[in-house]
């Protein structure tokens, strides 16, 4: 079983709030993701971490920012959230080595902006 | 990034076996061929992955082509707890580990 954990499991939140998704594991995985997920529709890669300090942009664009200061923890940040934010985000990592570059998830936040 | 190609549902009985299948035509000889599957309201697990041969693991099998163009993830039974989006997704050893999720197939089991 993954240990990757994500809070809050859900979020409405009025716009212009500031919020931050947290997601740790206990997996000791350097490289951890956020996606984000519409309902129905596929995962998204807006940003991932190779390893400490280490922070890249996804292939969709995001107005989120993350940061990577230890290795277990890669929080994500809507400095002013705004409806278009409405969606599930999904948290993951993986480790370095072998074929597989398995990704293990989180169970996502479902994130509401009134 | 490589593209794939899979039905967007598909339906099966319980414990029959499941043949899911995905063409990937512009794949590349790095690219190793994974699948996962999300369940409802849940993030998505690892299912299986291959490159050349084909592989078994405790959840599934997978059967690549011999030209490695398309692949098949086999449910070797069916249960209801097997309802899931299945993806498909290509992923080179040099690209760090990033996935591309596709759509993927609705796969509905009927008791």
């Known amino acids: 079983e993954a240990d990757i954990y994500q809070t809050p499991r859900y979020l409405v939140i009025g716009t212009g709030k500031k919020i931050t998704l947290e997601c740790s594991q206990t997996m000791g995985h350097d490289k951890m993701y956020w996606y984000q997920q519409d309902p129905g529709m596929e995962l998204h890669l807006i940003h991932y971490s190779y390893g400490v300090n280490s922070t890249e942009k996804g292939d969709l664009s995001s107005e989120s920012t993350v940061s990577r200061i230890r290795t277990e923890h890669f929080p994500l940040t809507l400095e002013s959230a705004r409806p278009s934010h409405t969606s599930q985000y999904l948290c993951a990592s993986s480790l370095t080595g072998g074929s597989s570059y398995e990704q293990y998830f989180g169970p996502g936040t479902r994130l509401t902006v009134t | 990034d490589a593209k794939t190609t899979q039905p967007n549902s598909m339906e099966s009985n319980e414990e029959e076996p499941v043949h899911l299948p995905c063409n990937h035509s512009?794949?590349?000889?790095?690219?190793?061929i994974h699948w996962y599957r999300q369940l409802p309201s849940q993030g998505p697990e690892y299912v299986i992955h291959g490159l050349t041969s084909n592989v078994n693991n405790r959840m599934a099998s997978l059967a690549i082509a011999e030209d490695r163009k398309s692949s098949t993830l086999i449910l070797h039974r069916a249960t209801l707890r097997d309802a899931a989006v299945y993806y498909c997704?290509?992923?080179?050893?040099?690209?760090?580990?990033?996935?591309?999720f596709g759509q993927g197939t609705e796969l509905s089991v009927k008791p």
């Open positions: 997704i290509l992923s080179a050893y040099n690209q760090g580990g990033k996935l591309i």
């Open positions: 512009t794949i590349s000889g790095t690219d190793y």
